[in-house]
């Protein structure tokens, strides 16, 4: 359960130092250097972290209690899929008990959201890159679904960044009711045929339905992308096909 990655401690949602060295499989010695290294180089960052000690076998042992805010600050250097895959756990973990408690965010420190929108930055990157893997769909594409994503999780706009996206190499690409235009596949009241097109492409074995979606088979990737979309508060995928497909069709 997410939220026994946090607790409550001082009126703050918390979580230590132990519990983040745990699941971000780091030994807890390196990351109490990292946050003494944090708190060295940045005077404010002090109301982040918050001093404490634990008991092992009859001894006590130093370790750090951090809000939200620290934690943001700590992991902004913990990289890789499994790294990403916690500080998005740790996200929703804060915001489940701050909607259970009622528990007010703190306002951020200008120095410290610049960072952060750093390591969003570098998360985007990430998260695009394995998006393009999986799916199949190129960079540009993966980008924007990352970067929506992304965003939600660290609670930043993104939107100026899409001005950003490089154009794709291949523009030229189709929908089913392109492909009945350029075919001559009609309706018997000889306007374009989506539908047709879509049975065909499903029995060449270029795509399946999935959930109620159209998406590409393995063989149907040599011939079109999966693009994300986001529409009155729905979101999935299209399929926009390459020139290619007409040949294959006719």
């Known amino acids: 359960m997410n939220n026994s990655l946090v607790e409550v401690s001082n009126n703050q949602i918390?979580?230590?130092s132990r519990k983040v060295a745990e699941v971000f499989k780091k030994e807890h010695k390196d990351v109490l250097e990292s946050i003494r290294g944090i708190l060295a180089a940045e005077?404010?960052?002090a109301r982040f972290f918050y001093e404490s000690t634990y008991e092992n076998r009859g001894k006590q042992y130093p370790c750090y209690l951090m809000n939200r805010d620290g934690f943001s600050l700590l992991v902004m250097?913990?990289?890789?899929?499994?790294?990403?895959e916690w500080k998005v756990k740790?996200?929703?973990?804060?915001?489940?008990m701050e909607k259970q408690l009622a528990v007010p965010k703190l306002a951020p420190n200008p120095h410290y959201r610049t960072r952060l929108i750093k390591t969003a930055v570098k998360d985007i990157g990430g998260t695009a890159d394995a998006i393009a893997e999986?799916?199949?769909?190129k960079k540009?594409?993966?980008?924007?679904?990352?970067?929506?994503?992304v965003g939600e999780a660290y609670g930043i706009d993104t939107e100026p960044l899409r001005n950003l996206l490089p154009a794709e190499a291949t523009p030229g690409l189709l929908t089913p009711t392109g492909i009945a235009k350029a075919l001559g596949i009609v309706t018997k009241k000889g306007t374009a045929d989506p539908a047709e097109v879509n049975r065909k492409l499903t029995e060449l074995g270029l795509q399946h339905r999935v959930n109620g979606q159209?998406?590409?088979?393995?063989?149907?990737?040599?011939?079109?992308?999966?693009?994300?979309?986001t529409r009155n508060g729905h979101s999935g995928y299209v399929i926009n096909w390459h020139e290619s497909v007409?040949?294959?069709?006719k």
Request: aromatic share 12%.
């Open 90 to 96: 740790y996200i929703e973990a804060f915001n489940e």
């Open 214 to 229: 159209w998406t590409l088979t393995d063989k149907g990737k040599a011939y079109g992308e999966n693009k994300p979309f």
């Open 246 to 249: 007409l040949e294959v069709m």
């Open 140 to 149: 540009g594409m993966a980008t924007a679904a990352a970067m929506k994503m």
């Open 43 to 45: 005077n404010s960052a």
């Open 134 to 137: 999986v799916f199949g769909v």
């Open 77 to 84: 250097g913990f990289n890789g899929k499994k790294a990403l």
């Open 14 to 16: 918390v979580t230590d």
